[in-house]
């Protein structure tokens, strides 16, 4: 090896050696409920985002970036953890499970120990407990930089609450944006409110670029940008209705731009800046990207893919995203993406898809919506907001951005539809999906065993995900050949295929006289979401008094899952007026769920006329309550 060879192999010996020791600034922009529709970078012309869409052309916009889970606190514990909140028991929103704390630590824990100076401004909102959100920050100063040691490179985080849905509630007259310019997504009719409340939020969102403007003026004063990465997103879609909270493109499909400096264009995901890159990426790869770009540790137990920076993982072919209990209504909903298409398994297919959710019933733009439908201004694809769903759906994002054709029954994607159905197994198999059991029994088990409910279901003896599947799928299947099989469920041990057993049952429709006799003794079952469903069954073959009578028990005895029960009064369309006494005399406070299950008194007052609750206690808040 001559001199000249030598010379050059020492030359990126050093060049390599001074790209592994890098530790550039980082400085995560983040808003709220936004879908990449809102932004003219993504080719709403209606849009004003300059900043933002100057970003973009400064940096890389990614094309296919979804969020876990369409609300903010289970995707900000996805966000914090590098785990799926499927996976570590945290997706019901506003739940505050526990975590084993010693075993899965946050991604800033990992940053701090790289020798990062870590801030974050200001929400957190992490759906955990057990831990303070706050302790795994230095500060939660706008500049924090400002505060690091002499050369300490520093991890930033800006949150932008302008864009946040309590921004499209409220009037809305007066707008800087034009109603009539307004694009509206096909799902929704054209109706003077729904076009008010577009035009509002689009406000909104031009505020909140206004402050992105703010914050990268900030940097540049600083005279740190050209050592500072810079990354933009929303933490979900939204925000109008059918968006926020719901697993299609407009709650998931967000915008993601990063702009690296010059002196890391090692890192650069593309030729030169401005252009757009078409990676899939998901919001569970992000934590593990950010530790690789800071040269730290990346702890095991994350999941996800590195997509950024010079050693990149494998692109995925599928994403995946989830959704629970929102507030104080139950869903439980599971999706798996590719650039094409969208597949959907609605586990609670006999639930509306728009159920009635006080906070997001608060917009302009819903209460429109509603009117429109009860008044038959709707037409079959713009109410289909407000009724029952179907077990799968099967979306062309390309040829239907919009979600709004189902090609779940079409037997040319028949093999589509296979095999996007298998690779959902096979992912809730692998990160071990907590939400085959229903929210408040699986609480119950967990604390029964001491244990986390992460913990629970990574013990197969604990938590039986493959019988939970197998279960759940002959439920789903609405098949009465399945019926005897279904039957024998309702005798296992196991909780929670007794709770598949009885969720088949009650899809089979009106139940005969074997079935009956079988599921009587269920509505004194120790797991409430089992009575609840029995119940229920009993209540659409005609047992009225039986099944009305089990769950007025499970709300007199202020059982854990009471608030489960107040929703099966609701979607069954029990005759409550009975029991109006009661309703109204109700008091849950001091309890995780009091908040919601005031929420849902109120409602089945209001929409069963029996006026709300007079002498109901204000429920005790958790502290540091966010917004929704």
């Known amino acids: 090896m001559n001199w000249i060879k030598l010379l050059l192999l020492s030359c990126f010996l050093v060049s390599g050696t001074a790209h592994a020791a890098e530790q550039p600034n980082i400085l995560w922009l983040v808003c709220e409920d936004s879908s990449i529709d809102w932004f003219g970078c993504y080719g709403n012309k209606h849009a004003k985002t300059p900043n933002v869409d100057a970003l973009a052309r400064q940096g890389f916009r990614y094309k296919n970036a979804y969020a876990c889970v369409p609300v903010c606190a289970p995707s900000r514990s996805t966000w914090i953890t590098g785990m799926y909140s499927a996976s570590t028991g945290t997706l019901p929103m506003r739940s505050r499970y526990a975590l084993p704390h010693d075993v899965i630590k946050y991604y800033p824990d990992y940053l701090r120990n790289a020798g990062y100076f870590c801030a974050n401004h200001t929400k957190t909102d992490y759906n955990i407990g057990g831990r303070p959100d706050a302790a795994c920050w230095d500060t939660n100063k706008p500049n924090g930089w400002e505060l690091r040691k002499p050369g300490q490179p520093f991890f930033q985080i800006i949150n932008f609450t302008e864009s946040h849905e309590s921004k499209a509630h ?11 310019q307004i694009i509206l997504r096909k799902y929704h009719p054209d109706e003077k409110g729904i076009r008010m409340t577009y035009a509002k939020y689009h406000d909104s969102v031009e505020t909140m670029d206004t402050e992105v403007g703010k914050a990268l003026a900030a940097l540049d004063k600083s005279g740190l940008a050209n050592d500072t990465i810079v990354i933009f997103n929303s933490d979900h879609g939204g925000v109008m209705p059918r968006s926020k909270r719901f697993l299609y493109n407009s709650g998931l499909h967000c915008p993601l731009i990063v702009r690296i400096p010059e002196k890391f264009k090692h890192l650069w995901p593309g030729k030169s800046p401005g252009e757009s890159v078409e990676r899939l990426v998901s919001f569970v790869d992000m934590p593990k990207t950010w530790l690789r770009l800071a040269n730290a540790e990346i702890p095991a137990a994350m999941q996800g893919r590195i997509f950024l920076g010079a050693e990149t993982d494998e692109e995925p072919e599928y994403v995946f995203s989830f959704r629970e209990r929102m507030d104080e209504r139950f869903d439980n909903q599971r999706a798996v993406r590719n650039k094409q298409f969208l597949y959907i398994k609605n586990f609670m297919p006999y639930v509306p898809l728009g159920q009635h959710v006080d906070y997001l019933w608060k917009m302009e733009g819903t209460k429109a919506w509603e009117d429109a439908y009860k008044n038959k201004r709707t037409n079959e694809i713009t109410g289909r907001f407000f009724e029952t769903k179907p077990v799968e759906e099967l979306y062309d994002m ?3 951005p919009d979600n709004v054709i189902n090609l779940a029954e079409k037997p040319e994607y028949r093999e589509t539809l296979l095999t996007m159905r298998k690779k959902l197994r096979e992912w809730q198999l692998s990160i071990r999906d907590t ?19 992460y913990q629970l279901a990574q013990d197969q003896k604990l938590y039986n995900l493959p019988a939970y599947l197998d279960a759940a799928d002959m439920a789903l299947e609405k098949n009465i050949a399945n019926k005897q099989k279904l039957l024998a469920l309702l005798a296992s041990t196991d909780s929670g295929l007794r709770y598949w057993g009885t969720v088949g049952l009650f899809m089979l429709g009106k139940a005969d006289d074997e079935t009956l006799r079988t599921l009587e003794p269920l509505l004194k079952d120790g797991c409430g979401e089992v009575v609840g469903m029995a119940a229920w069954t009993m209540l659409q073959s005609g047992q009225v008094e039986k099944g009305t009578k089990a769950l007025f028990d499970q709300i007199k005895n202020r059982a854990p899952s009471a608030l489960f029960t107040l929703n099966v009064l609701d979607w069954s369309h029990a005759d409550i007026k009975p029991f ?11 309890r995780p769920m009091a908040e919601y299950e005031q929420r849902m008194i109120d409602h089945l007052g209001v929409s069963n006329n029996i006026g709300s609750p007079k002498n109901f206690e204000k429920p005790t808040k958790n502290k540091g309550k966010k917004k929704e």
């Open 398 to 400: 390309k040829a239907d």
């Open 580 to 590: 109006a006494p009661m309703i109204n005399s109700m008091v849950f406070s001091g």
């Open 435 to 453: 939400g085959l059991l229903p929210e408040f029994e699986r609480n119950e088990r967990a604390t029964q065993n001491k244990t986390t409910i």
């Open 170 to 180: 409220g009037a809305v007259t007066n707008t800087r944006h034009s109603p009539d």
